[in-house]
Structure formats: structure tokens, C-alpha cells
């Protein structure tokens, strides 16, 4: 380090423009001057102390963040100035240039000494937060009385959050994303947070009534229990949209791509009944209902690579190259969008609209990290209810509670409930939201017990439960994990062209691979007869010449088989795998010569 | 019910005598517990192991923490030192002594007396500063007098355990004056390093000794740095119970079955460590595998995985290429015997319901080549019938013992010809 009297290095947007001989007169300076407006308030300047260097940046790109100025242990910020603001007497712009607030860059942060709410401001703070849910970002703020939680539980709330299915934009039916969902009847919640205000056009989610409570054992294990009316009646229902695309290509040699009902006779043509709901133009008609793999817009291509002058452009140099709905998704047709690419080419975007009523295995969250899968549906009859008549949406289990210690949800589910009995929104914002004592003692003045109990009965039996279960309203999201996108089983299905094994992956109707960690399995089981079954996929049947040892070869319409290398020799049928018998040309290929020695049993 | 080792037999005998019980209950139970440890013929123990073995080390890998201080002396633990062991490493990254003292040296004095005798002391211990003169290329080391007092060394002593090749040394005062003969040691900052790492006292390789107690064992002196050979020289250390954490010194030392009990508790004592537990049958399998040349091979590519029989096993693990190459230009045959290879190929593997190679003919039912070769010959239920006649007779031959006329034998052996394909199914063909 250098000595603290030398000059210290001034840059100005990442560029050495000189040294100054004291550097705190030399940064106070320029903060006064851009506190008075002498200064651009865009100007940031930070002093690094380890490298004894000032870097001021007024470029563009810095992430910068508002914040109350604080002299001599006080804030600029005063009420006046507040009930000024609120009477609309000044606007923001006026604090900005009258040096109240600043904003700050994350360089000059590191110089900043924030204190986060006004009663802890001390000589030593340079700032104070405009209000402390700010050290949260956008995610994390939505978490109501978050600061009961314990640090992680928040992430995860905040991770969840951003999984939901609400209503993200609203020109959702002119826009032609890839993939989209959207909640069908989006709620604010009722206990809310500051950030919730400015999301007010974008809810997440819905309010619940939820019962803590078992469930007969089905909403083991972070499970959920929904009531069967509440889904009817819309709970959660959401849409999907899904656009494909295709254009009309242009080929070399004046072909072209051709959008019409592929005649028969023609390459991969699918048979007259895949077409069918095509219209005359080959195009699919709005809210025609489509299934998996149906078709969507008839195209056939020209076979490429095609030269020389006295080929005819007949059925025969076509090839059907129609656009399917993907494996595993329905729908119906939603929106038909014809245009044009930028090279003049037809384009065609097709939505399809599928919606998503809640079913056995679709997520649920709330906003306090607790997530679970749906594990039954239950009629609106068979659900407990309290003596008002009022049935829970949700079912969840008490044991979620204990281990993750998440005092939020509770506090949420309480308040959820008063502001649903008088009317009020709850502000549950961290650090500064209502606090318990104040919606207890609304229940108590609305004739409801603080503790949020109620005595439920058994909707199957009539009988009242002996204990009384902590019911309200909670604000509960669904994600974006849905089993209709997930659910996939296969028994025969389609193999890679190279080794003859099974496919991978859900969209190729692939198999589950029987990885080496569960061959081994078998193995230690002494399983050999099941190993082999599990692991002949790609089985086959090769002939192999006994005296060379190497592949022989079957004429089909001879039927008979022999040996390219001998001449007379004996050919025996082998069974092995397929990728077995790929080794074996990959060595005959590298030049190394695999002998088997094969013999009768 | 299998019978009882002689050994275990032995031991429970002198029990039942010790503490006066009754022989043959205690046998019975003894033989009990016995046949239910014991692995079922042709069971994959070797893939049992393997699970058993990689079970804890995963837990390991999941909560870390490596290293432990036993009374001020870091050694590695945990995963770390279970791969060294396995990897069959060298050295250890932190290698140590446990020294035990004989009866006669049970007590504090003593035990520290031995452990100060054993301590490696070097010059660099009194060094309190050096000069390096480049002109006259001499080196001046300033000794600290009063520690070389506390140790009951003399400066002019010192002089003669400094061995290095063309060098003259000379003391004045409390200096020590190295000078460098040749212009080979015109490197004095090597040569200054060389000097001061001169051994002058204690074992070479002890770096640090720790002296504690222990309720059973007595005095145990805990080092830093291992040196089996000569630790085991030094009077009052009870050789027949210390050891070290280096297992390439101990079979240098003491042989391989003594490497291979090293292997066996040092494994079992990382793991217990940290509070799993493996089955030690396991681990000392595992110690066979590793010491059965011999000499120790680790697990791995230039170990136990890269010495396995099949070619196809070899490439399927590691350096596919290379065994590619050998077993083209050796013209290597593949036995076919172990599992890999049988996956590979899409055969029963040779262990569990898949070891056996016994293969049964009902009357009626015909070798499948024969099939289309005989057709217009006898039906086939008589066929069937004349099979099981010759057979009758090949087996009336053995029984009456005439070896000579077993090369007749239709059915194959699979010890004529270990080099083929014994699993071989044929198919048949129309």
C-alpha cells in the first residue's frame, strides 16, 4: 500500500485523467457540488483505498439505487418534506436536485456507511434506506413477514415466486410467445407487502382457504389436498399456449416449399386421416381441438439435392414435411397468424391453447418456501368444515411446520383470515408490516378466537374433529411444474439409428436407462437372467463364420448364409446386442481384426 | 451347515473352557452364526464390497471435514486419506507414528527422554541468521549459543554433520563458515538450504513428537513424519505394537501380510472415524485384491482396474485406446469370464443364476443344428429316444472309468477350450 500523503490517482469513466493531492476534500467537493445540482446527480464517485485510486463514472450501464442523505446524524429527509410529497407540493425531481436523495452506484456503495431504518441513524451513517425492505429484492420482498423466517426458507419462497403462473402481461392474446401460461382468475393477496402494491396489475397467485390439518395420511409428506368444487369453480385453472412456426422456404432452383393437403403417394405421407381437420389451404381452422402429434399446417418440401434438367417436378420429388403438435401436448388451435419473413417467404405461426385444470401431481407453493404436490382431490362434501359453513380450498399438513420453523405462513394464514372478516387489506411488509398483536386483537374484537382456531367437523362423519384446527387464508401459487408436461411411460417406442437402443428423453418417447450404479445392483443380487433382460434393448442376431470368426453374410432371397472371407465354412446365428455388434465394425474399422470363436451348444 | 474352521474351532474351545460353559451349546451357536456369514456359492461379493465401500465414502464426501487435531498433530482423514489408501499412494500427505514403549519405560521421564532422542534435530533449529557473502562465495550461518547449550551440542562438534560434497566448513564465534570448494555449489542459495537441512541428531523424518498417555497402552509418543526402520531400532520403543500411517514403509519393513493388516485398519479407522461403519470382511478383501502380486497395487488404471484379465473390461474402464492397440498387436484372447464383458455382449453374466454351465436334454428335445441336417431320418421322438441311449452309454463309460474314450464326448466341455465363447447361444435358422 501506498503512503497515505502521496497523491492519490483520479479516473474518470475507467481513464487515468489525473492525481489530486487530498482525496476526501477532493470527494466531498464533487458530492457538494452534485448535492446542490452543480453537479449531474447521475455522477458517481467511489474512493478505493487499497489501490489509492477515485473513480468517477457517469457512463451508462451502472445499476444505481435511491437513498435518503444523512449530515451529521440526521436525515434530509424530514416529515415537512413528507406531508410535502404527499400534498404533491414537490415531486421526486425536487429531492433529487435539492441533494434529499441520491442515488448511488454499487462503486460508491462500498463508501457507504446505510443505516436501514431512521432510529438507528447514528453521526457515522452517510445514508438511510427509504424503507428497509429494500436490503430484499423484488422476489424476497413478497414474502410476507419475512423477517419471522429463518434466511433460507425466504430464498426458497423467493425462488418459488418466480415459478408461479399468474398474469405477467396482459396483451397475452395478441403475442405469439413459444411457450406462455397464464392464470385464469389471478387474485391480489390479502396480506400484502410494499412490493405488492407496484405488482398490483401482475398477481401470482390466489387466496386460499386452507385447513392445518392431516388428511387421512394423503397429505403426507408436503402433500396437498384440494377440494373438488373449488377446482370446478375455477381455482387455479390456467392456459397454456404453445406457437409453432413455419415459413415457406424458398429453394435453390426455383423450388419451394409448398403449404397445402399433401396429395397422396407422396415421401412420409401420414394417410388421409391425419389431414382431416386440415382446412382447404392446407392450414388448420381456429378452435379446431387438436391431440399429440396431430397436424397443423400440411407442407410438402421438395427433396433436396436434386440436379440436372430433365427431372419433373411430379409427386415423386416430394417430401412431406408437415408441422405437428409436439409429442405429449394438446390443445386446441387458438390463433392462426399468416405473415411474411424478411426474405418475402410466407410465415405461419399457429397457437395452440390448452387449459390446465389442477390435477393429481401439479405444484403448489406458498410464498414462505412450503411447496407441494397435489396428492387427492376431494369432493366439497367429504372436506371439514366449521360451523359457518366454511370449507377449505387446501389441506396441509402440520408436520410441514415444525422442522422448517416458517412463522410467516402461520402469521399470513391468521391475518389472511382477518382481512377476509373485516374487509381490510393487511400490510405485511418485512421488518415494518402489522404486527401480531394488532390482528389478534381484531379477531377478538370481531368475535373470533386471536389464535385463529376453529373446531372443524368431519365432512364424511358429521363428527367434529377433538381438536381444534388452525384454519384461514393464505395466498397459494401454482407452478410451473405441471404432471401433463412431465407424465411419460413407454414400452416399445422409438430407437437411435446408430446402436439401436431406445431413444432418450420424454419428447422422443425415450426409455428410462438402467444406469450402471443399478446394473451393479443386479449384479450384487446375483440377477443374471433379469440383468440380461433389462439390458437387451438393442438385442439382435448375427451370423458369425466359425472359422474366421468375423460376421458372415445373409442373402435373403437365397436364404442361405455364408462367409465373405471363407468360402465353405460354418456360419452360426448369435445373439448379441446390437452396440456389440457396432464394435465390432468400429475395430474392423480402426483395422484391428475381432475374432470371435463360436461354438455349438 | 458347514463345519467350523480349525482355527474358530480352537477358539471356542478354549472359551467354553476359560469361562466353563457347555461346549457343544456354544459350538452350535458358534457354528450357526458361521454358516449365516458365509456367502452363498458364486455370489458377487467382489460388486457387494465395491457397495459397500463406496456407501460411506459418498457420505463422506457429503459432510467435510478432512482434517483432525490429535493433540496438536494434523492428519489427514476422512475421504482424503481413504483414497490415499486405496490409490495406494506413496507417501501420505501427512505421515505419522504411533510408538508405543516397553515395560521399562512406562514412565513420563522416560517417555519423554525417548521421544527427545527421537526428534530429528537439524542445523536450521539454531540458525538465528545467515549472510551470503557472493564475493568470496562463503556463507555465514549465526547459531543461537545458548540453545546449542540447552542441547548439549558444541559448535566445533557441529562441523562434522555437515556432509557435503566439496566444502569447507569452519566455526569462529558462534558462526558456522561455509565455503564452497568447487564452482558447482555456485548456487549459495541451494547450497545455503542444503547446509542448514543437515542432520545432526534424533531420526531422520521426525519432525514433531507429541507424549501422551494412554489408559491401555501406556506412554504413546504420536510424531510427525515416520521412519519406521530406524524407530523400531531405538531402545525402549516396544516394536511389536507401533506402527505408522505410511503402508508403503511398513511393507518395505516388515513385509506384504503385515501391508495388507495396515491396508485393513487404517481404512476401517478413517471410516470409524467419522462415525460410519463398513463390515471389515469387506475391507479386507479388498486388502487381498490389493496385496495378491505381492507387492501393493492401488485400485485404479495402474492398479487392481488396469490388471483385470479381459481386454473388454479393461477398455470399457479407462485408456480405451491403449488396450485397444496392445490386444491388437499382442493378438490378446479374451476368456470371457468376468461380467463386464458378458454386458458388453448381451450374455449372462458368470455369477449368481447365471454361474452355471450346466445344460440339460429332455428326451424329445433335439440339439438345434441337427434339426434341418436330419430330416428325413428317423422321427423325431425316436431320435430323442437314441440320444438318451448314447448318452446312457457315454455316462455307463465314465462310471466304468475309461478315460481314453471321453475325447468321443459329443457334449461340449468347457474346459476343452477355455478360449471360446462358452455362453454362446445358438439360434436356430430355418
Not at chain 1, 407487502?193 to 401470482?204: G, R
Not at chain 1, 468360402?567 to 465390432?584: E, G, H, I, M, R
Not at chain 2, 563458515?177 to 558447482?184: A, F, L
Amino acid at each position: 500500500m501506498k503512503a497515505p500523503k502521496e497523491k492519490v490517482d483520479v479516473y474518470f469513466n475507467g481513464n487515468f485523467i489525473g492525481s489530486v493531492p487530498n482525496a476526501d476534500k477532493f470527494i466531498a467537493d464533487i458530492k457538494k457540488r452534485r448535492r446542490h445540482n452543480i453537479l449531474p446527480d447521475q455522477i458517481n464517485v467511489a474512493y478505493n483505498q487499497s489501490f489509492s485510486e477515485i473513480r468517477i463514472n457517469s457512463d451508462s450501464g451502472r445499476a444505481r439505487r435511491p437513498l435518503i442523505v444523512v449530515e451529521a446524524g440526521k436525515p434530509r429527509l424530514t416529515s415537512d418534506l413528507v406531508k410535502k410529497l404527499e400534498t404533491g407540493k414537490i415531486t421526486w425531481t425536487y429531492l433529487l436536485k435539492h441533494g434529499i436523495i441520491e442515488y448511488l452506484d454499487a462503486e460508491e456503495e462500498e463508501n457507504a456507511y446505510i443505516s436501514i431504518d431512521p432510529a438507528s441513524v447514528t453521526k457515522e451513517h452517510t445514508h438511510l434506506e427509504l424503507n428497509p425492505i429494500l436490503v430484499l429484492g423484488i422476489s424476497a420482498s413478497l414474502t410476507p413477514y419475512s423477517e419471522y423466517n429463518r434466511g433460507d426458507r425466504v430464498n426458497y419462497g423467493a425462488k418459488m415466486v418466480g415459478q408461479a403462473i399468474g398474469a405477467p402481461v396482459d396483451n397475452f392474446l395478441i403475442r405469439a410467445d413459444t411457450k406462455f401460461n397464464i392464470l385464469a382468475y389471478p387474485q391480489r393477496p390479502l396480506v400484502r407487502t410494499k412490493t405488492d402494491d407496484i405488482l398490483s396489475l401482475h398477481p401470482y397467485g390466489q387466496n386460499v382457504v386452507i385447513a392445518i390439518m392431516c388428511w387421512d395420511g394423503f397429505n403426507m409428506n408436503d402433500a396437498v389436498v384440494l377440494n373438488k368444487s373449488s377446482v370446478e369453480r375455477g381455482m387455479f385453472r390456467s392456459f397454456y399456449f404453445r406457437t409453432y412456426e413455419t415459413f415457406k422456404k424458398r429453394y435453390w432452383g426455383g423450388q419451394e416449399d409448398r403449404i397445402s393437403i399433401p396429395e397422396p403417394g407422396i415421401k412420409g405421407y401420414r394417410g388421409d386421416e391425419a389431414y382431416k381437420d386440415l382446412a382447404e389451404d392446407g392450414i388448420i381452422n381456429i378452435e379446431t381441438p387438436v391431440q399429440s402429434d396431430s397436424i397443423l399446417v400440411g407442407k410438402t418440401s421438395p427433396l433436396r439435392f436434386l440436379t440436372g434438367g430433365d427431372f419433373t417436378m411430379d409427386i415423386e420429388n416430394k417430401r412431406e414435411s408437415s408441422i405437428t403438435v409436439r409429442h405429449g401436448e394438446k390443445g386446441v388451435v387458438d390463433k392462426v397468424l399468416i405473415s411474411e419473413t424478411t426474405n418475402g417467404e410466407q410465415l405461419l405461426k399457429i397457437r395452440i391453447r390448452d387449459q390446465r385444470i389442477p390435477e393429481l401431481g401439479d405444484k403448489f407453493a406458498t410464498r414462505h418456501g412450503q411447496k407441494g404436490v397435489t396428492a387427492l382431490v376431494v369432493p366439497h362434501e367429504d372436506m371439514p368444515f366449521t360451523k359457518d359453513g366454511v370449507v377449505p380450498d387446501v389441506v396441509f399438513n402440520p408436520h410441514g411446520i415444525p422442522s422448517r420453523m416458517t412463522v410467516s405462513q402461520l402469521i399470513e394464514v391468521l391475518a389472511g383470515k382477518c382481512s377476509a372478516y373485516s374487509g381490510k387489506i393487511v400490510d405485511g411488509s418485512t421488518f415494518s408490516g402489522t404486527k401480531e398483536d394488532e390482528i389478534r386483537k381484531e379477531m377478538l374484537k370481531m368475535g373470533f378466537r386471536d389464535d385463529g382456531k376453529e373446531t372443524l367437523y368431519d365432512g364424511r362423519t358429521g363428527k367434529a374433529y377433538q381438536v381444534m384446527i388452525f384454519t384461514g387464508i393464505t395466498y397459494y401459487m401454482k407452478l410451473d411444474h405441471m404432471v401433463a408436461d412431465k407424465i411419460h411411460a413407454r414400452s416399445k417406442g422409438p430407437v437411435t439409428l446408430l446402436t439401436r437402443q431406445p431413444t432418450e428423453g420424454r419428447s422422443k418417447r425415450g426409455g428410462l436407462r438402467l444406469g450402471e450404479m443399478e446394473q451393479q445392483c443386479l449384479v450384487g443380487h446375483g440377477a443374471a437372467m433379469t440383468l440380461k433382460e433389462r439390458f437387451n434393448s438393442d438385442e439382435t442376431v448375427i451370423p458369425i463364420c466359425q472359422n474366421c470368426g468375423l460376421i458372415a453374410v445373409h442373402d435373403k432371397t437365397k436364404n442361405k448364409t455364408h462367409c465373405l472371407v471363407c468360402k465353405d465354412s460354418k456360419v452360426l446365428w448369435v445373439n448379441t446386442s446390437y452396440a456389440f455388434k457396432l464394435t465390432l465394425d468400429e475395430f474392423k474399422s480402426m483395422g484391428v481384426y475381432p475374432k470371435l470363436v463360436v461354438e455349438e451348444i | 451347515m458347514r463345519e467350523l474352521p480349525v482355527k474358530i474351532r480352537k477358539e471356542v474351545e478354549e472359551y467354553a473352557e476359560k469361562n466353563k460353559v457347555d461346549l457343544s451349546e456354544v459350538m452350535e451357536k458358534v457354528k450357526k452364526l458361521y454358516n449365516d456369514a458365509l456367502y452363498y456359492p458364486e455370489e458377487a461379493m467382489g460388486v457387494v464390497a465395491a457397495q459397500s465401500l463406496s456407501e460411506p465414502a459418498t457420505q463422506m464426501t457429503m459432510r467435510t471435514y478432512h482434517f483432525a487435531g490429535t493433540a496438536g498433530i494434523q492428519v489427514t482423514l476422512g475421504l482424503p486419506r481413504l483414497i490415499e489408501i486405496y490409490d495406494a499412494k506413496k507417501e501420505p500427505e501427512t505421515p505419522s507414528m504411533t510408538i508405543y514403549l516397553n515395560q521399562d519405560y512406562q514412565t513420563e521421564n522416560k517417555a519423554m527422554e525417548v521421544a527427545k532422542k527421537i526428534k530429528e534435530v537439524k542445523l536450521r533449529d539454531f540458525v538465528v541468521g545467515d549472510v551470503i557473502d557472493l564475493i568470496n562465495l562463503v556463507i555465514r550461518l549465526k547459531l543461537d549459543m545458548e540453545k546449542l547449550g540447552k542441547f548439549g551440542l558444541e559448535i566445533e562438534k557441529l562441523k562434522k554433520h555437515i556432509k557435503i560434497k566439496n566444502v569447507d566448513v569452519e566455526t569462529k564465534g558462534s558462526e558456522v563458515i561455509v565455503t564452497s570448494k568447487k564452482m558447482e555449489n555456485i548456487n549459495l542459495h541451494k547450497l545455503k538450504y542444503k547446509v542448514m537441512e543437515s542432520h545432526i541428531r534424533g531420526v531422520k523424518g521426525i519432525s514433531h513428537v507429541i507424549v501422551s498417555k494412554d489408559e491401555m497402552k501406556g506412554w504413546i509418543i504420536s510424531t510427525l513424519g515416520s521412519n519406521l526402520k530406524k524407530i523400531l531400532e531405538v531402545e525402549g520403543v516396544n516394536p511389536e505394537i507401533t506402527t505408522c500411517n505410511n503402508i508403503f514403509e511398513i511393507y518395505d519393513v516388515l513385509g506384504v501380510e503385515a501391508a495388507r493388516n495396515a491396508i485393513i485398519i487404517e481404512a476401517i479407522d478413517t471410516i470409524e472415524e467419522q462415525g460410519l461403519g463398513v463390515d471389515p470382511r469387506y475391507v479386507s478383501l479388498l486388502a487381498d485384491l490389493m496385496t495378491s502380486s505381492g507387492s501393493i497395487m492401488g485400485i485404479g488404471r495402474y492398479g487392481v482396474a488396469g490388471n483385470k484379465d479381459s481386454v473388454l473390461a479393461r477398455m470399457a474402464f479407462e485408456e480405451t485406446k491403449k488396450h485397444i492397440i496392445t490386444a491388437a498387436i499382442e493378438g490378446i484372447k479374451d476368456p470371457l469370464k468376468g461380467h463386464v464383458e458378458n454386458i458388453i455382449m448381451n450374455q449372462v453374466i458368470p455369477v449368481g443364476t447365471g454361474a452355471f454351465q450346466l445344460i440339460g436334454r429332455f428326451p424329445g428335445q433335439v440339439k438345434a443344428a441337427e434339426k434341418p441336417a436330419k430330416k428325413d431320418s428317423a422321427p423325431e421322438k425316436e431320435r430323442g429316444i437314441e440320444k438318451v441311449k448314447e448318452m446312457e452309454k457315454i455316462f455307463s463309460k465314465k462310471t466304468a472309468s475309461k478315460p481314453a474314450k471321453k475325447e468321443t464326448n459329443k457334449k461340449p466341455k468347457k474346459a476343452e477350450k477355455p478360449a471360446k465363447k462358452p455362453n454362446k447361444a445358438t439360434k436356430k435358422k430355418k
